[in-house]
């Protein structure tokens, strides 16, 4: 064995390997794991050029993985006032007046739909605080946003437009608009004409963003989406990314097969700690925005078409992918989408078991949970959106769905003990990246989900790490700690197994590690 660049020693090491369960002492060289022993094994492991880090009883865990976020797009996403502490439609107002003007325009972010009060989303309830400064302000869920008239009037939106997936321009009954954008082509519109970061300004936001995920622990993120390649390829020329990326473009409704075609060339296309590997799909929306496919309407008379126009289409499209050897994630909320997603993993046989997953799953009945395991559909599900729903069940994602559907909220726990691999997440900037709190509220779920048993401690850990993996179809190289194994190792201050909630929340990160690159060191 070649003489190790790193020695983790003095660690409570929990392995998640069956083969040796604990430890207290990880060799790494070459970014791979090369030992995992006790503390006399680590003279033998050093060199002259070994870094020894003393972790003085910390715990050592897998590397912590958050499987479904957006780090890349997010920084568009994530741009200017944090509405996140809006409560109502007065302290919009009052934060609205306040906010920065960024070239000309007030741009917002992380608006939560219940500080609406239950009245419809419209222009006309902030139009004074804005006088005549267009305004662009996304609400929490990432497929919804509240703009004003300068704003339309800036994208040149007058009226309804016509989209080739389920989005909208909700207009009023004269056809003029809102102020309301529904999903992502109609929000895209406004977006389109929204002043944007320089290169240089997104460069140095991604690596401040980046380093601040490694400081909570994450080593590695799922990100759904295609972000913005050329510009991590130049970061990651010059830098070591501290969080490990695994990208998975969107396939949207009206791709043909040239669009195929490209999705599949994209594949493989890599760099130092990132890689394109999957590519994304959305087989509905929000329940709050009214675009979540379900079963039955909503209380609005919503919520009963998918995001593709023809279903079947995704069908095809996700046959194609998977004949080339594509993994896929598709979003699926509703119930009806969730069943179109596993109907169709369904339709591709044997060789479909293990290779694709579903994101979300906010609502499914019984009759669904089982089948996850049947097929080989990993569940990946985003504990802390549970924190903006209401035990009462006064949320708008509660009462848009109604007493039976708002009670199967978030089976994290049902989908585990049938046999599903269920892997975590934030979903950033839809919630805060910090993966302490995807792990304590995967534990103790929030709202809506808060009646039902979350996860156990040790489950929710596997979540972020050898769930994790298997979802991203790394079980071979990712998720345990052992030899041969990525050297991506998170220290925490307390065993997140054993710890309550509360404190693994707050716990310190003593250390993280990254491919052998120690990216976050506590002071």
Same mark, same amino acid.
């Given at each position: ?35 995992? @022993? ?39 996403? %994530? ?11 007065? @302290?919009?107002? &009052?934060?609205? !007046? ?46 919804? &946003?509240?703009?004003?008239? %300068? ?34 082509? !109609? ?25 601040? #995920?490694?400081?909570? @622990? ?49 594949? =493989?296309?890599? @760099? ?10 959305? #087989? ?56 179109? +997603? ?21 609502? &499914? ?7 996850? !395991? ?45 046999? !599903? ?16 709190? +995807? ?36 079980? &071979? ?15 925490? =201050? ?30």
């Amino acid at each position: 064995m070649s003489a190790a660049d790193l020695v983790l020693a003095g660690a409570r090491v929990r392995t998640l390997d069956p083969a040796r369960p604990t430890a207290s002492a990880v060799a790494v060289h070459d970014g791979v794991i090369t030992a995992v @022993g006790e503390a006399a094994d680590v003279r033998d492991w050093r060199g002259p050029g070994t870094e020894v880090v003393d972790l003085h009883g910390a715990h050592l865990v897998p590397g912590l993985v958050d499987s479904h976020s957006h780090p890349v797009w997010g920084l568009d996403m %994530a741009t200017g006032t944090d509405l996140s502490a809006v409560t109502d439609l007065a @302290g919009l107002r &009052a934060a609205l !007046a306040r906010a920065e003007r960024t070239g000309g325009w007030v741009v917002g972010h992380g608006l939560d739909h219940n500080a609406f009060e239950g009245r419809p989303v419209h222009h006309a309830l902030v139009a004074d605080v804005l006088g005549g400064t267009p305004a662009f302000l996304r609400l929490y869920d990432g497929h919804s &946003a509240l703009v004003n008239e %300068a704003a339309l009037a800036a994208a040149g939106v007058s009226g309804p437009r016509a989209f080739a997936q389920r989005a909208e321009v909700v207009c009023d009954a004269s056809g003029r608009p809102t102020g309301h954008l529904v999903e992502h082509a !109609a929000m895209d519109l406004v977006a389109d004409v929204v002043p944007r970061a320089s290169f240089a300004e997104r460069r140095a936001g991604l690596l401040e963003l980046l380093a601040a #995920m490694a400081a909570t @622990g994450l080593t590695g993120a799922h990100v759904m989406d295609g972000g913005d390649l050329e510009l991590l390829e130049a970061v990651a020329r010059e830098t070591v990314l501290p969080v490990r990326l695994r990208f998975a473009p969107w396939c949207m409704p009206g791709a043909d097969e040239d669009a195929l075609r490209e999705l599949i060339g994209l594949q =493989g296309r890599s @760099g130092r700690h990132w890689l394109v590997g999957g590519v994304k799909f959305f #087989m509905d929306g929000t329940v709050e925005g009214g675009t979540a496919w379900l079963d039955h309407p909503d209380c609005h008379g919503q919520g009963t078409a998918a995001f593709w126009p023809d279903p079947h289409a995704y069908a095809d499209a996700v046959r194609t992918l998977h004949a080339a050897g594509v993994r896929t994630a598709t979003h699926a909320i509703g119930d009806a989408a969730v069943r179109h +997603v596993l109907d169709t993993v369904a339709s591709l046989g044997p060789g479909g078991h293990g290779a694709h997953r579903i994101e979300h799953i906010e609502t &499914a009945p019984d009759e669904l949970l089982p089948r996850f !395991a049947e097929l080989g559909v990993a569940a990946s599900l985003q504990p802390p959106h549970t924190g903006y729903t209401r035990d009462d069940g006064s949320d708008e994602w509660s009462r848009r769905l109604g007493g039976d559907r708002a009670a199967r909220a978030w089976r994290l726990r049902d989908l585990r003990d049938a046999g !599903a691999t269920v892997a975590l997440g934030s979903d950033w900037p839809i919630a805060h990246y910090d993966v302490r709190a +995807v792990l304590a509220t995967a534990h103790l779920p929030k709202g809506a989900a808060a009646h039902r048993p979350g996860l156990t401690p040790l489950q929710a850990l596997e979540g972020c790490t050898s769930h994790a993996a298997a979802a991203a179809g790394e079980s &071979a190289v990712a998720g345990r700690i052992a030899p041969g194994r990525r050297a991506d190792l998170t220290a925490l =201050g307390v065993d997140p197994v054993l710890a309550p909630s509360d404190e693994l929340a707050d716990s310190p990160v003593p250390l993280t590690v990254t491919g052998g690159h120690v990216v976050h060191r506590a002071d």
